[in-house]
Nanobody, 128 residues
Framework: QVQLVESGGGLVQAGGSLRLSCAAS????????MAWFRQAPGKEREFAAA????????YYADSMKGRFTITRDNDKNTVYLQMNSLKPEDTAVYYC?????????????????????WGQGTQVTVSS
């Protein structure tokens, strides 16, 4: 069992930055991939970014590529989402997710249904 706890959300002005954190506990993450999703009111959950824990391969949604960066800290078992140049349309609840992958996996998945573990979410609000 993997437990995920997000933090770092808040209210920021358009053009500003936030760094979200997701602390993981319960199991080793060497064969897991982790991801960030977001969900705005009335919208379906949307993929933002993913990272393979072993090796650090990353994958981004096109709308967030170049503005968002996902990283991980092996010593702290924590994944981060650095969000720059924030826009009002980035306003959403951001969720951390994780799933175990095989040793041959080289591409992180963007499909929400593929992830088995989810955090409770952290609110990000970007004012115009």
């Amino acid at each position: 069992q993997v437990q995920l706890v997000e933090s770092g959300g808040g209210l920021v002005q358009a053009g500003g930055s936030l760094r979200l954190s997701c602390a993981a506990s319960g199991r080793t993450l060497s064969r897991y991939q982790m991801a960030w999703f977001r969900q705005a009111p009335g919208k379906e959950r949307e993929f933002a970014a993913a990272i393979l824990w072993s090796g650090g391969h990353t994958y981004y949604a096109d709308s967030m590529k170049g503005r968002f960066t996902i990283t991980r800290d092996n010593d702290k078992n924590t994944v981060y989402l650095q969000m720059n140049s924030l826009k009002p349309e980035d306003t959403a609840v951001y969720y951390c997710a994780a799933v175990r992958v095989g040793p041959s996996t080289v591409q992180a998945t963007a499909v929400a249904e593929s992830y088995d573990y989810w955090g409770q979410g952290t609110q990000v609000t970007v004012s115009s």
